[in-house]
């Protein structure tokens, strides 16, 4: 547990966030993922990471206090897997509280698991942006459903269209993700024309994508896959990026694989940048090819 008796905000780490949110206040409004199932992930496996909801007075008075003692705070995450796990009227009352406490405050961003739409109407998430609810980062991880279910992902490309639907009426940002090799070799094609078509049908204002990795060991996830999970190697996976941008037809959605797990840093605007991207993966492709031929040849 982290605390400090001159910062008014209480943190259990391991703290995650995105990339873009490095400069947000973090404000945990629950402790873990209230899911917490997905073979694949390691976030919030450890002890102190276990799922709860923090009582409400306690966020309320950090805000309050941080809002008396941090200046300049004009964006603000709310942790930590899933805030929008949380009621429609605790979001409310924590988004009003935000608002008093920073005057200057200009976004709101949460993580969100798509079955935790489920429970809101779109009215309600309107309600929610006009507070200040302004983007939530969405990790379907794939488009595929047998992919799906072999991660235990609790959700279907089905599932997960309705809830970003619900978001994108409701006219809050979306930024998505879904993970290279996530569904080893045999199922490597499947995944990366699934997610395209799911992403295109969607249509987010943002795409990110991150390679399958295992920092604890894949143990875990070999188990819950159900079947011989082979892993997909370097060209491989550059292959199956190929693949899945290929099949993307996006009219403007920034996209980035800048992840530090990503083989081949990859920015740019779909779809305007979708042939460059193509040949830059295209290029690799054949750079690791000769590089292998010539390791083949020296031994």
């Known amino acids: 547990m982290f605390y400090n008796d001159d910062f008014p905000i209480q943190y259990i780490d391991p703290v995650y966030r995105p990339p873009s949110e490095a400069r947000s206040l973090i404000i945990p409004v629950t402790n873990g993922c ?3 199932k997905c073979s694949f992930c390691e976030m919030y496996t450890d002890e102190q990471k276990r799922f709860y909801v923090r009582k409400e007075h306690e966020i309320l008075e950090e805000i309050t206090k941080s809002g008396q ?22 979001l409310k009352t924590i988004l009003l509280e935000l608002n008093n406490a920073f005057p200057d405050l200009k976004r709101v961003s949460a993580y969100c698991l798509p079955g935790n739409i489920k429970n809101k109407t779109i009215k309600e998430l309107e309600d929610l942006k006009n507070l200040g609810l302004s983007m939530l980062y969405v990790g379907f991880e794939s488009g595929d ?14 599932s997960i269209f309705e809830a970003m639907e619900k978001i994108k009426q409701a006219g809050i940002t979306s930024s998505v993700m879904i993970i290279n090799g996530l569904g080893g070799v045999d199922m490597s094609e499947q995944h990366a024309v699934n997610s395209a078509a799911l992403v ?15 920092h604890k060991g894949p143990q875990r996830f070999r188990k819950e896959f159900g079947t011989v999970f082979q892993p997909l190697n370097s ?15 996006l009219r403007k959605t920034i996209y980035r694989s800048d992840h530090v797990s990503n083989l081949l840093p990859l920015k740019g605007t779909l779809g305007k940048d ?3 991207l193509l040949s830059e993966i295209e290029l690799a492709e054949k750079q690791l090819g000769y590089r292998s031929l010539i390791n083949l040849k020296q031994i």
Do not use: C
């Not at 459903?145 to 089905?158: A, F, T, Y």
């Not at 996976?237 to 993307?248: A, G």
């Open 235 to 249: 060209v491989q996976l550059l292959h199956e990026m190929h693949s899945f941008i290929k099949e993307l037809n």
């Open 200 to 214: 295109n049908k969607i249509q987010p204002e943002y795409l990110s994508s991150l390679v399958l990795t295992f």
């Open 34 to 36: 209230s899911w917490n």
């Open 274 to 276: 979708k042939n460059r």
């Open 145 to 158: 459903d047998e992919v799906l279910k072999r991660i235990n992902k609790g959700e279907s490309s089905l």
């Open 69 to 90: 003692v941090l200046q300049d705070v004009n964006r603000v995450f709310l942790g930590d897997g899933d805030a929008m796990v949380l009621s429609f009227r605790r």
